[in-house]
C-alpha cells in the first residue's frame, strides 16, 4: 500500500515537472544579458500633492530581469503571493521577463522631470463631454482595459503613454495598437505570466483557469510591454483602500480595480494628476457603465470582487483634498 502510495507520489512530481518544461520551454533557465536593471526615475523639485500617502516615493513600478528579486526581498514582495507579490511565481517571473526587451518607464532620453499627468477611466460620465483634446495635452496618458481611443477621440483623446490590461481585458484586434503606447501587464494569477510567454512566442494559448476567455494573440510588439511590480497592486490595497489582509471565511477577498491601480502607478511617475471617466452613478442602474459598449451601471454593482464604496471613498478624499484633479464631476 505504502510503496504504491510512493510511487503515484513519485510520478505525479515527475508529470509536473514534464508539464513544468512543456510550458515554460526548456531554455527557461538560460537569461539572456540584456541590461534589464531599474533605473531611477528623475525626481521633481517639488513635492507633489499626494505625497503624504506614498510610504515609498521613488519605488520604481515595473519589473526588470536582473534585479527584480533583489528589489522583491527588499519590499517584502516575496513574502506575499500572487496577486500581491511573487511567492511561488518568482521562477514564473523570470522566464517572462527574460523574455521582455526593456522595463524602462520613460524614453531616454526624458528630458521632463515634473509630469502633468492624466489617467482616463472607461466610465460612461465621458460620453458627449468632447474632453479629448484637453485630455492628449497632457505629459502622460494613462488609459485602462480596453478603453478604445479609435471611435471616440472627440471624446477621449487620440494618445496613450500607459495602458494598463490583464489577459482578460486586452484588446485581441491590432487596429487597437498604437506603437507610442507602452502596455502594462497586471499579473493577478500565475496564468497571466504564462499566457503573456504564450502569447508573446507566438504558442497555442491555453484557456484553462480564466475567469473569461483571454486575449488569443498579442497586438503589441514584446518591446512595448511591462509587469507592473505586484508591490503597487499592494500598495493600492493596503495602504490606499485599506482592505483588511484577512478576508472573513466564505468572502472573497476584494481587489483593487483597474483604475485604482492605474492611479497609483500616477502617484510614483506624476508630479500632478488629474482625473477623468472615474465617476459612477449608482443611482441609475440602467445608465451607461462604460464610454464605449452597452455594459450598464448594474454590471459594476454587482462585483463580488471590488470593492467599490471603499473604491468611491479613497477617490472623494483625494479630490477633496486637491491630491487630484476631477476632469469629469
Ligand atoms: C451623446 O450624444 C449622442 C448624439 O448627440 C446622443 O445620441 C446620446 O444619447 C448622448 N449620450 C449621452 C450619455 O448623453
Ligand atoms: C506617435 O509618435 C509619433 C512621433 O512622436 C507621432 O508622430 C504620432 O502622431 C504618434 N501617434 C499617436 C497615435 O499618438
Ligand atoms: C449595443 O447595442 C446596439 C443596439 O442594441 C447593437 O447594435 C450594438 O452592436 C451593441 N454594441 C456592443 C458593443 O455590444
Ligand atoms: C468595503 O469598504 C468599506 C469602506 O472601507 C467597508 O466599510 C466595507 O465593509 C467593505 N465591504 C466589503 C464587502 O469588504
Known sequence: MRGYLVAIFLSSVF????LHCILWGTNGYWVPLVDMKSKTIKPCSKAPAFASLLRFPQFYPFLCASDFAKIASAYGTNNFALPYGIKASGEYFRVVLSKLKSCDVFDEPDNVPCKRCVVVGNGGVLKNKTLGEKIDSYDVIIRMNN????GHEEDVGRRTTFRLFYPESVFSD???NDPNTTAVLIVFKPHDLRW???VMIGRNVNTNGFWKKPALNLIYKSHQIRILDPYIIREAAYQLLHFPTVFPKGQKPKHPT?????ITLAFHICSEIHLAGFKYSFYNPNGPLHYYGNATMSLMSKNAYHNVTAEQLFLKAI???NMVINLTQ
Open 196 to 198: 503573456l510567454l504564450e
Open 147 to 150: 478603453g478604445p481611443v479609435l
Open 15 to 18: 508529470l509536473y515537472y514534464v
Open 174 to 176: 491590432p487596429t487597437h
Open 258 to 262: 483597474t483604475g485604482i491601480i492605474a
Open 319 to 321: 479630490i477633496e483634498k
